[in-house]
């Protein structure tokens, strides 16, 4: 009976312990949720405190580039960017046109050519053909006039 009473005891012992070791820990819990509540809301007192700070000063440099922002500068930039864009535009068409011009002038003159030696050939060959029609025609003619006779014959028989 002695062991049954000692484990009572012993029982009673750890019971005891552990509910104020649990305790403790449960007090330890309480004071630091109310520690991270206020520091919270220092935090959060700060933030509006500074936030009135941070909103007044963006406002501030917002106003202050609206002030300093000058519309006829960007215009002025603007407009010259396009009349340098106008002038480079400008120079490749021209540049672009005198190639052309220049191509065309070269081709003109090959084209010429060809068409020079194309009409000397024609020529040629035209006056080939008249002395070959003036040729025949002179055959014919002389065949005609050697057979001229020959012809009266048989017709005159007919």
Do not use: H, P
Request: glycine share 4%.
């Amino acid at each position: 009976m002695a062991k049954k009473s000692v484990k009572k005891a012993s029982n009673k012992v750890t019971k005891v312990e552990m509910t104020e070791t649990f305790n403790k820990v449960k007090d330890t819990a309480v004071k630091m949720n109310t520690q991270v509540l206020e520091t919270a809301t220092e935090v959060m007192d700060d933030m509006r405190e500074n936030g009135k700070y941070w909103v007044e000063t963006a406002t501030q440099k917002v106003k202050d580039t609206v002030n300093d922002f000058d519309v006829t500068d960007i215009a002025t930039a603007t407009v010259k960017t396009a009349k340098e864009t106008a002038k480079t535009a400008n120079k490749v068409a021209l540049e672009s046109a005198d190639d052309l011009v220049d191509v065309a002038f070269e081709n003109g003159k090959k084209l010429q050519s060809i068409t020079a030696k194309a009409i000397d050939g024609g020529f040629k060959i035209a006056a080939k053909q008249q002395d070959i029609v003036f040729t025949t025609l002179e055959t014919v003619k002389g065949q005609l006039t050697k057979n001229a006779s020959r012809f009266r014959d048989l017709f005159k028989a007919n």
